[in-house]
T-cell receptor, first 115, second 112 residues
Framework: DVKVTQSSRYLVKRTGEKVFLECVQD?????MFWYRQDPGLGLRLIYF???????EKGDIPEGYSVSREKKERFSLILESASTNQTSMYLC??????????????FGSGTQLSVL | TQLLEQSPQFLSIQEGENLTVYCNSS?????LQWYRQEPGEGPVLLVT?????EVKKLKRLTFQFGDARKDSSLHITAAQPGDTGLYLC????????????FGKGTKLTVNP
């Protein structure tokens, strides 16, 4: 069964801490994405990557960075966590556009609380 | 910026009722996807519609893509408690971007 695995289901961090959210996929997908999900705001794209070491800003990249050193792993980094970054973070992967199985495969999410 | 307006935002109905969720935009999409998300899980794809006017059925769920490929609807017949969840529409732009544009979601509760 194909899988996108996020390292933590729940995280509690303090304001100013550096936070790493890890995501691993086992489907050899080129594309990987980080979203945050907030009530009433839906899913908002933070960053995405279409290849190793490649990254592109999404709609709300401020306060975040990403790393993709290996094809299967995409990390989201909060350099200095703030309370407004408390959210559910969802990682997803997908095959390239035009593939027969073109869809997003999501992880189960990480609920991050910044105190 | 492409936007997808999804309505209603919340829907609470009794088992056996029918319902329709709408997803509208002023932009044209090359395809549109519907996802369902259960509490504590990530969204899971239900269907992709590609052709204007296309209708797809998945058991009691009927999905329609508008003729102009700017809107879509999801109709559930005889809703069951197991249909409870967050329904999200997502559009793929015509420009070839790998990104999807998501609606804000419809939270459906089906009461027994």
């Amino acid at each position: 069964d194909v899988k996108v695995t996020q390292s933590s289901r729940y995280l509690v961090k303090r304001t100013g801490e550096k936070v790493f959210l890890e995501c691993v996929q086992d489907m050899d997908h080129e594309n990987m994405f980080w979203y945050r999900q907030d009530p009433g705001l839906g899913l908002r794209l933070i960053y995405f990557s279409y290849d190793v070491k490649m990254k592109e800003k999404g709609d709300i990249p401020e306060g975040y960075s990403v790393s993709r050193e290996k094809k299967e792993r995409f990390s989201l980094i909060l350099e200095s966590a703030s309370t407004n970054q408390t959210s559910m973070y969802l990682c997803a992967s997908s095959p390239p556009k035009g593939s027969t199985n073109e869809k997003l495969f999501f992880g189960s999410g990480t609920q991050l609380s910044v105190l | 910026t492409q936007l997808l307006e999804q309505s209603p935002q919340f829907l609470s109905i009794q088992e056996g009722e029918n319902l329709t969720v709408y997803c509208n935009s002023s932009s044209v999409f090359s395809s549109l996807q519907w996802y369902r998300q259960e509490p504590g899980e990530g969204p899971v794809l239900l269907v992709t519609v590609v052709t204007g006017g296309e209708v797809k059925k998945l058991k009691r769920l009927t999905f329609q893509f508008g003729d102009a490929r700017k809107d879509s609807s999801l109709h559930i017949t005889a809703a069951q408690p197991g249909d409870t969840g967050l329904y999200l529409c997502a559009g793929a732009s015509q420009g070839g971007s790998e990104k999807l544009v998501f609606g804000k979601g419809t939270k459906l509760t089906v009461n027994p």
